[in-house]
């Protein structure tokens, strides 16, 4: 169960399309296409965990109405087994699902035996991923850099790389190392321009040139397919277009990358497009390149340090509030702080089974509770749309659900059963706004000054 949410999620769809095989088996539904079922999350606990609109998806395929397919899907509905507690019809063509509290028991359970490693997937499957910056601002780079991390602990094998323009000198390049390295980025490496000449530059022309994709007029050349025409050389001299082609065909069908990621501004989207269209020609695979456009620059972010200037790039929330990211770090240091003075040592030793957390009733524990499961989804969907802002945002949101249960729940009470499994949930928090912060490459404090 790496990933709590989808596992409940893949276990919730397959009892309901064990319900819809069942029914059609007996012919209370028939259905003239195959339905691929969806689930979601709820946004209010009244109407369970989980929700689907498959009754009123399945309409047209059956023409029956919506009231008719729900009622029969949960008369062929065998939850026995499941971490489902029950199914219930909600409005037109809705089914709320809710869970049994074992499933939220068994997620703390595994936060505080993964620890660390609680957020980690492998979906990614160790692929080779190179995260190219060219002649962009730092803030675009700092940006990069989250997007990288998200993907590193998705589990793809990310390499970050600077592309440098023949005209930068190494003076310039020297204070750009610096300027990176005060804000948490260090590059794997350095791919300076000059490296194309050696051979890349002649062999991609040549290669396209060959194929027909290369029109001649007088001394200049120029990439020319029915959707673009590019110049690639011009009065003897190769352009920027040209440069481009060269890299991307090396860092493919030389290095071998599976996929290449490109961070730039909206003015560059041509450009890469020309350059795909030309890698597609040569036989690179469409989606073997992506290019991802970075936060508009904002000069108020000039004069904020390195932990706000990560998070606020990050995040979708006001780029002038820094006050987010105090309320995150600030939630982790109190936890910490609650932590210490209570009884670390025997938390500590106490095997997370051993734990009854069946003692969490309260609203504000419960949404706490409720909440943590979430961490290794938010991981998913951050690095599959290249997003960091899912997971800042949900950073946020445990802390405010945190800051909620130490306003209205007391920790050192004489019922030890309940005080244990308070910090329990509250340990479960701290390792995952810990681990949040480590991916986006913040500092977790445990003291605030």
Sequence with gaps: MADPIQYITEQIIAVLNRALTAAQSDGSITCRNVYEVKVNKTRDIKYGDFYTNMPIEMVRLTGRPSDYIARTLLEHADISGTYIDRMEIAGPGFVNIFLKPKWFYDVLTLI???????????????????????????????????VANILETAGYEVLRERYVNSHKSMREINDEIVNLRLYGVVLSTWF??????????????????????????????WFATDTHDALILKEGRFTNIAM?????????????????????????????????????????????????????????????????????????RDKEDGDSLFGVQYAYARICSILRHMDPNRLALMPPEEIDFSMLRHPAEQALMRCLPDLPNKVRLAAQRRQPAILTDYLINVADLFHRFYDECRVRIN??????????????ARIVLANGLYILNIEAPERLC
């Design 112 to 146: 505080l035996k993964e620890r660390d490693e609680y957020g980690r997937l492998d979906i990614g499957d160790n692929r080779k991923v190179l995260i190219s910056f060219p002649d962009i601002d730092m803030y675009s780079i700092v940006w990069g850099d989250c």
């Design 192 to 221: 300076y321009e000059q490296q194309l000449y050696d051979s890349d530059l002649q062999e991609t022309i040549e290669e396209l040139d060959i194929m027909g994709y290369v029109r001649h007029e007088g001394d200049d050349m």
């Design 244 to 316: 481009r082609m060269a890299y991307y065909r090396r860092k493919i069908f030389k290095e071998g990358y599976d996929l290449i990621i490109e961070i730039g501004d909206r003015a560059s989207a041509d450009t890469f497009e020309t350059v795909r269209e030309a890698m597609i020609r040569l036989g690179c695979e469409p989606e073997h390149m992506e290019y991802l456009v970075s936060p508009d620059y904002n000069p108020l972010l000039e004069d904020t340090g390195r932990d706000v200037l990560r998070f606020l790039l990050s995040s979708s």
């Design 415 to 428: 019922n030890n059963d309940l005080m244990y499994a308070r910090l329990g949930l509250l340990e479960a």
